[in-house]
Nanobody, 125 residues
Framework: VQLQASGGGLVQTGGSLRLSCAAS????????MGWFRQAPGKEREFVAA????????RYADDVKGRFTISKDNAKNTVYLQMINLKPEDTAVYYC???????????????????WGQGTQVTVSS
């Protein structure tokens, strides 16, 4: 499976971006798709995830109400709509694909077996 992430960029505080992650080589019907991010000098952290089959979602506390994860079945693509961006959202954002799991496991890094190349999001103050 290949994951191609895109949509990153430079925005000002309060701005918006939409990230995309297109998957190829595998049906996502029995998958979970997650977004994680890694800022310089920090460990990779969970952002949001969606279970493909029933669209169950989970968010990190600091992005709730600002980020929305969604999917397009026909395009085999998952999106991360980000609004009201803050400088602390600056990071490389990665999409991951893993097996379909319970809600509590959507935030676990080891749920995901395949990763995209990452897309840089920079929020200026």
């Amino acid at each position: 499976v290949q994951l191609q992430a895109s949509g990153g960029g430079l925005v000002q505080t309060g701005g918006s971006l939409r990230l995309s992650c297109a998957a190829s080589g595998l049906s996502l019907r029995s998958s979970s798709m997650g977004w994680f991010r890694q800022a310089p000098g920090k460990e990779r952290e969970f952002v949001a995830a969606i279970r493909w089959g029933d669209a169950t979602t989970r968010y990190a506390d600091d992005v709730k109400g600002r980020f929305t994860i969604s999917k397009d079945n026909a395009k085999n693509t998952v999106y991360l709509q980000m609004i009201n961006l803050k400088p602390e959202d600056t990071a490389v954002y990665y999409c991951g694909r893993g097996r379909s799991v319970a809600w509590y496991a959507l935030s676990r890094d080891n749920t995901y077996d395949d990763w995209g190349q990452g897309t840089q999001v920079t929020v200026s103050s």
